[in-house]
């Protein structure tokens, strides 16, 4: 059974930057496409940013490009979200996600198979 287990939330000014951590085990962390997604209050959760397997390919959500940057370090079973130019709207609950074994990284959360408990971002303007 894979876990994952999120770090590096906080509170940030605007303009500000966090890197969230997202430690994998249990599973074999290279055969797993990884996901970051993240749930404001009242809203739906929504896709940030996936990685490939490999960590050669990724994707970002339009609304993130340029700001945001997902990458993974194999040593360690870790995905990272490197988060820059925070916005106010960018505050939200941010989950990690797995898929696989051996799945392709996709943008739908219904693809993801596990899931971290999460770590809250708070901007403040």
């Known amino acids: 059974q894979v876990q994952l287990v999120e770090s590096g939330g906080g509170l940030v000014q605007a303009g500000g930057s966090l890197r969230l951590s997202c430690a994998a085990s249990?599973?074999?962390?290279?055969?797993?496409?990884m996901g970051w997604f993240r749930q404001a209050p009242g809203k739906e959760r929504e896709f940030v940013a996936a990685i490939s397997r490999s960590g050669s390919k990724s994707l970002h959500a339009d609304f993130v490009k340029g700001r945001f940057t997902i990458s993974r370090d194999g040593a360690s079973n870790t995905v990272y979200l490197q988060m820059n130019s925070l916005k106010p709207e960018d505050a939200a609950v941010y989950y990690c996600?797995?898929?696989?074994?051996?799945?392709?990284?996709?943008?739908?959360?219904?693809?993801?198979?596990?899931w971290g408990q999460g770590t809250q971002v708070t901007v403040s303007s």
């Open positions: 996600a797995g898929r696989g074994p051996f799945k392709t990284y996709v943008r739908g959360n219904s693809g993801y198979d596990y």
């Open positions: 249990g599973g074999a962390f290279g055969t797993y496409a």
